[in-house]
């Protein structure tokens, strides 16, 4: 079955410190892979995509994200975190040339402290 | 501000009652996605549709039901309300059908409370 997983509930930071938010993924073929932040009581606000090419995606609000086929990983960075940075985040999967449906993971709050 | 409009943003209701969610996709975009956010079972897909047709079917109780009119907007029909149905909904949209080459852009979500 086609499967996100976030294995850590919650990431805590220090202001300024690189972050790492984990994510890996099972799906048959080729995966299409996104990231998504949820602020309180707002909506999935879009960060970044993988579809194709390099490896290293970049996306908004200084946030990265490294595909790695062969650790099926999909792992979100950023060199220097800030408060602001704090929110929930999800990663997502999509592996159908069919439908436009994406599987979510369960989401990882990130902490960032001053 | 993704541009996918959802209305009404909260709503209370009791058990048995039938409420319907409204969903107003970006600008040009054909495809329509439903979602369900709940603490235990976290984001959960239930329907997706694209210009009009239903395209791809998820989690979806048969209490519930969905349709995407011609001029695009969709409904979420939740009836015979349970309150584990309390949950955060949300609609999504994007221009084509699939999510190759494709991003799919959320709401801000409608609060459903079943008391």
């Known amino acids: 079955a086609q499967s996100v997983a976030q294995p850590e509930d919650q990431v805590n930071v220090a202001e300024g410190n690189p972050l790492t938010v984990k994510c890996t993924y099972s799906v048959s073929g080729n995966p299409y892979l996104f990231w998504y932040v949820q602020y309180p009581n707002r909506g999935l606000q879009f960060l970044l995509k993988?579809?194709?090419?390099?490896?290293l995606v970049k996306g908004s609000y200084g946030f990265e994200a490294e595909f790695n086929k062969s650790q099926t990983s999909f792992h979100l960075k950023k060199p220097s975190a800030l408060v602001s940075d704090s929110a929930l985040y999800f990663c997502a999967v999509s592996y159908s040339s069919n439908t436009g449906k994406l599987i979510f993971g369960q989401g990882t709050t990130l902490q960032v402290k001053p | 501000d993704s541009g996918v409009t959802q209305t009404p943003k909260h709503l209370i209701t009791a058990t048995g009652q039938r409420v319907t969610l409204r969903c107003s996709p970006r600008?040009?975009?054909?495809?329509v996605y439903w979602y369900q956010q709940s603490l235990d079972q976290g984001l959960q897909f239930l329907i997706q549709y694209y210009n009009g047709e239903e395209r791809a079917k998820g989690n979806i109780l048969e209490r519930f039901s969905a349709q995407q009119f011609p001029d695009l907007h969709s409904e979420l029909n939740l009836s015979s309300l349970e309150l584990g149905d309390s949950a955060l909904y949300f609609c999504?949209?994007?221009?084509?059908?699939?999510?190759?080459?494709?991003?799919?852009?959320f709401g801000e979500g409608s609060w459903l409370t079943v008391v």
């Open positions: 600008s040009g975009d054909l495809s």
């Open positions: 993988y579809i194709t090419g390099d490896n």
């Open positions: 999504a949209s994007s221009t084509e059908g699939t999510a190759v080459g494709n991003t799919i852009y």
